[in-house]
């Protein structure tokens, strides 16, 4: 499927409309007799604070303008991502399009290593670890050894005139709304600037507004880092940023890039002065602004970036501000409003201060809402960085302002990109899944082509990194790259898809994914002559070095465990399908010759096939890669494997607490998993701490990392509800801290949605509804109720005597 953008376009708002059934939005169309300049009618300042009282308190806010990129607030509709600085002099929105990645189409996948694979595997069955690496690091390595950065598009600055002091400061961002709000006083006039991305528009929306008329001026420009970036006029009150991006690592720049922006002024006078646009005396101006790039897809940049901004900024100029607002709210609502979480009430004196004192004091006080806001805060991060039509949410979701990032801020798929989508579906956002399963889809592709090149085998891999353009060979170095399983992790949510929905056409959509992955470990399993399993090798546990100079290893624990699941999906997918029936059975013998799960002397689960853990040289490693059998995987768990989980325990406790944001965001939903309820909120104030949490709510690894947002929010929800096993687990985990509170429209698995009340930490009720029929297995602290459900059923809950579950 090409994805230019202008068929990106159509798949957003077939989806966006979709999403708002219901609300008469029609993403994208234009207001009927719409003028290209905002009506009187719309001059009105958004009132988000008339809306109910159960959305009211969801907002960060400060006193002050950000003075760092990490205090800016974040605004995205999956492809244009904002940053607002709410500076009262000085203006800067710094902008990134979701596919303005360095270089253009490649493959780095190594060819003819047939000769060194076999010998690296024989050094490490040899014990010869540290010769392997190094082999490994010559002869098996993708070229270029690095992938493309993520990279800036540009910033729209507001240079105000005639701003000097202010007073009355307030910059917000209201999560339900999705609308970022400067207000200040100067002059005798209060200010008001308002900004948003909307999804149906396709564009960032800014309107800047006085209690006076007449009294707002500014200069407006378009600016980049890009070295090829260049901004001119484009017309009367528009601008134009146009250029092509970089090349990186021996790969030439092959996309061309576009920002366009409209200044619409209400009164007053409008003048351009060379590359800047200069508003006098107006009463109110508009900013529109949509951007692009020449990408149709990773092995295609033919598109055109001209065109397609020039028409978003038509759609947009004809709905006008009030046009744009309406579609942006009802369409952000209707995501954003499925799920609402009430952890119970802070203090008012702590609840009245500003977001970065709030995580300031998390670890010392009670503050509950704050808890809340940071769940809320990462459903809201994903809605605006992964939505269909676009790339999945990368390292730093879709915000970036970085020429050459850390870790290039693309996909890490050994856990970063994965733990992105851990809260998707519990948290009623499956449609944020779409670009993560088109990517897949794509890794398939480009993975078919090193599965041939370097291992001579069938089927599909992708090893610990991915970017634009769908690398999937190892890079960086042997160990930390030379890791064959990321592609089969992804599958996982694609699994999660089908399970939490149940809708056939996605099973029937994404098998050939799950064979395809399947295939190529079924060809590629070596016997281990130490032991007699069947293992991968070379592979490693990421990214943790063992005790004999090397990381890299044959069959480790994590190995074997994602495999269980891969294989296991398969063979229930072929079952519900009908199909491969003969490949399921072959896929069932292999599995039970994996490496099974060990305990090691010191009562841990082993990391390795060998008991190497007590020696390992980084005892305390952000990574606990043989933990995915407990989480996200359930095969290993208190109920059904207790020895597996007290051992899962030991390696948590020998692990440590201390990590960086993602590796708390882990430990989070480990804990949870374990039922710690104590445990799991020590964690949690680890990770709502100035130390990992910066002051506008972004995860620290650091530096900053999006995926222990994401991690934080999953692992709050597993805290509260719980779904493996064929079973919903109420309250498994809930710490005393939030003795009252409630939990509506989470999903669990089988195509159901639950609603959740807790009083005095027990039970109040429960209310599952299921959407297509089914059994069900409801838990309350042990005891356990059976459901059989029509399609479109309720049942409700209570707990009664002796915490049995009852229906009520």
């Keep these: 499927m090409s994805f230019d953008p202008r068929r990106r376009d159509a798949l957003k708002a077939a989806t966006l409309a979709a999403v708002a ?18 009506s009187a009618a719309d001059a009105g300042a958004i009132d988000t604070a008339a809306e109910p009282g159960a959305w009211n308190h969801l907002r960060l806010w400060y006193p002050r303008p950000a003075t760092q990129w990490v205090e800016a607030l974040p605004l995205g509709n999956g492809a244009l991502g904002a940053m607002v600085w709410g500076g009262a002099r000085y203006e800067r929105i710094q902008l990134n399009d979701d596919t303005l990645y360095a270089g253009g189409p490649y493959d780095p996948a ?86 948003l991305v909307s999804a149906p528009a396709q564009c960032l929306a800014v309107r800047l507004t006085g209690d006076m008329p007449g009294r707002i001026g500014l200069r407006v420009g378009l600016q980049s880092d890009q070295p090829s970036a260049r901004a001119v006029a484009d ?102 409003r499925r799920v609402s979480i009430d952890l119970g009430r802070s203090p008012p004196d702590v609840a009245a201060l500003p977001t970065d004192e709030r995580v300031a004091r998390f670890a010392d006080g009670h503050d509950p809402e704050l808890a809340a806001l940071y769940h809320q805060f990462g ?34 798929i050994n856990i970063n990109t994965q733990m992105n989508y851990w809260p998707a579906e519990a948290n009623a956002l499956p449609e944020c899944v779409e670009p993560l399963e088109r990517m897949v889809a794509e890794l398939a592709e480009s993975g ?13 891999v ?77 592979s490693i546990s990421p990214e943790n070095p063992h005790p004999h100079g090397a990381t ?80 996200p995987s359930s095969q290993i768990n208190v109920r059904d494997t207790p020895a597996l989980a007290a051992a899962a325990r030991r390696s948590l406790e020998l692990r440590g607490d201390e990590a ?18 104590g445990r799991a909120m020590r964690i949690l104030r680890l990770l709502i701490s100035p130390s990992r949490t910066y002051p506008n709510l972004f995860d620290a690894h650091p530096p900053f990392q999006i995926d222990g947002n994401f991690g934080g929010t999953a692992g709050i929800t597993e805290m509260l509800v719980q779904s493996w096993g064929e079973t919903v687990f109420l309250l498994p985990a809930l710490p005393r801290e939030w003795r009252d509170g409630h939990l509506r429209g989470v999903r669990v698995r089988n195509a159901a949605s639950l609603d959740l009340s807790w009083r005095g930490g027990r039970l109040d009720s429960a209310v599952l509804r299921s959407e297509r029929g089914g059994r069900y297995r409801v838990d309350y602290r042990g005891n356990e109720l059976g459901l059989e459900l029509a399609a479109g059923g309720t049942a409700r809950l209570r707990a009664g005597h002796g915490d049995r579950l009852e229906q009520a």
């Excluded at 059934?21 to 905002?38: E, I, K, Q």
């Excluded at 879709?398 to 020429?403: V, Y």
């Excluded at 078919?448 to 599909?460: L, N």
């Design 660 to 677: 960086t944001g993602w590796g708390l965001g882990w430990r989070l939903n480990l804990w949870a998993r374990l039922r710690d309820s």
């Design 462 to 538: 992708a090893h610990h990194n991915t970017d634009l353009w769908r690398a999937t060979a190892p890079i960086d170095g042997a160990q930390w790259g030379l890791w064959p399983l990321g592609g089969a992790w992804l599958l996982q949510h694609l699994w999660d898809r089908w399970d939490y929905g149940r809708d056939p056409a996605v099973l029937q959509r994404v098998y050939p994914l799950f064979r395809g992955a399947a295939e190529f470990f079924a060809a590629t399993l070596v016997e281990d002559p130490n032991t007699g399993a069947l293992v991968t090798a070379p």
């Design 379 to 412: 459903r809201y991060l994903l809605i605006a960085s992964s939505l269909p039509g676009t790339q999945p949410a990368n390292l730093q979701g879709i915000w970036n302002d970085l020429m050459h990032p850390p870790w290039e801020s693309k996909y890490t």
């Design 552 to 631: 890299l290893c044959a069959g480790p624990s994590m190995d074997a465990q994602i495999l269980r699941d891969l294989f296991d999906r398969c063979i229930a997918a072929s079952r519900l399908l009908g199909v491969d029936a003969d490949f399921a059975a072959r896929l069932a013998a292999l599995r039970e010759r994996l490496p099974p799960h060990r305990i090691g002397r010191a009562g841990q689960l082993q990391e390795w096939q060998q008991d190497w853990d007590m020696e390992a040289p980084e005892p305390d490693h952000r990574h606990v890669s043989h933990l995915y059998a407990l989480h």
């Design 21 to 38: 059934g219901g609300l008469g939005l029609v993403p994208g169309s234009p207001r009927a007799g719409g003028d290209a300049r905002p």
């Design 110 to 195: 190594p060819e003819g290593v047939g000769e060194a694979l076999a010998r690296v595997r024989s050094l490490l069955f040899a014990g010869r670890y540290a010769e392997a690496e190094a082999l490994a690091n010559e002869r098996l390595m993708a070229r270029p050894l690095k992938q493309m950065p993520y990279q800036p598009l540009g910033d729209l600055v507001l240079d105000f005139l005639e701003i000097a002091e202010t007073g009355g400061y307030r910059r917000e961002l209201d999560l339900d709304a999705a609308i970022a709000t400067t207000t200040f006083e100067a002059r005798g006039m209060q200010h008001r600037r308002e900004a």
């Design 448 to 460: 078919a082509r090193t599965a041939r090149a370097m291992y001579g085998a069938p089927g599909w």
């Design 235 to 336: 017309g009367n009150g528009g601008l134009l940023l146009q250029g092509r991006n970089e090349p990186a690592h021996g790969i030439e720049g092959r996309l061309r890039f576009c920002a366009r922006a409209r200044v619409l002024p209400v009164g007053g006078t409008l003048r351009h002065l060379g590359d800047r646009i200069e508003v006098r005396d107006a009463d109110e101006v508009v900013v529109l602004l949509a951007a692009a790039t020449s990408f149709r897809r990773y092995d295609d940049v033919s598109a055109d970036p001209d065109l397609a901004t020039a028409q978003r900024l038509d759609r947009a100029l004809a709905q006008g501000w009030d046009g744009i607002v309406r579609e942006h709210l009802r369409f952000h609502r209707a995501l954003f």
